[in-house]
Each structure stands twice: as C-alpha cells, then as structure tokens.
C-alpha cells in the first residue's frame, strides 16, 4: 500500500557531504512525522534526526550543526542533508514515516529498505 525509497547513500571521504533521499508514495493521506535512522553492525538502530509535519526538527547530539533534515509535503519526501562527515557515521540509514492512509484515520509507520553510506579517514 505505501512504500518508502530511499537514495542518496555512497561512499565519501571524511569531511565530505552527501544528500538522502526518502520519498513516500501509494494509499497516502497524510505523512506526519518522517525520521531517519541509522544502524552499524552489533548495535541497535539509532534516531539521527526527525521531522515534524510542521516542520519541527530534532537532531541526535552526534550529529547537530552538521546535519539537516528538511520535508516536502507536497512530495512526501524527506531530505537528509549530511555535512562535515566523519568514519563514526558510517553505517545504514533507514527512512521512517508515519502514515495516515487514504479513506482512514489510523496511522501506521513504514520503513525504507535502507541505503548504505560510507565514510572513509
């Protein structure tokens, strides 16, 4: 009913810059919150930054004054925009979004297949 694809990920050296992709598309009414996430190998996928539908944004600490998540809700797509990048960020970044799907009032979150970025020293 709703899938959510990502692109953007890749290889880049540290101090580089790479722009994720996440657009939403099917049976949507409404996408509230879109986060993204990222996962390393042995460790629990962690929020690197989210989105309100009114555009209010949280950052992990890690990651604040280098990244940038923006949305178009005219598109459902959410944009991570990665700056300054460092080897710790390394790993694979997942897309979430919260959906309310057409003809319903409940919501329900849907995930990304995943895009891998690399962040070579």
């Known amino acids: 009913q709703v899938q959510l694809v990502e692109s953007g990920g890749g290889l880049v050296q540290a101090g580089g810059s790479l722009r994720l992709s996440c657009a939403a598309s099917g049976s949507i009414s409404s996408v509230n919150a879109m986060d993204w996430y990222r996962q390393v190998p042995g460790k629990q996928r962690e929020l690197v930054a989210s989105i309100s539908s009114g555009r209010s944004t949280n950052y992990a600490d890690s990651v604040k004054g280098r990244f940038t998540i923006s949305r178009d809700n005219a598109v459902n797509t959410v944009i991570l925009q990665m700056d300054s990048l460092k080897p710790e960020d390394t790993g694979v970044y997942y897309c979430?979004?919260?959906?309310?799907?057409?003809?319903?009032?409940?919501?329900?979150?849907?995930w990304g297949q995943g895009t891998q970025v690399t962040v070579s020293s």
């Open positions: 979430r979004g919260v959906v309310q799907l057409r003809g319903s009032w409940r919501t329900r979150e849907y």
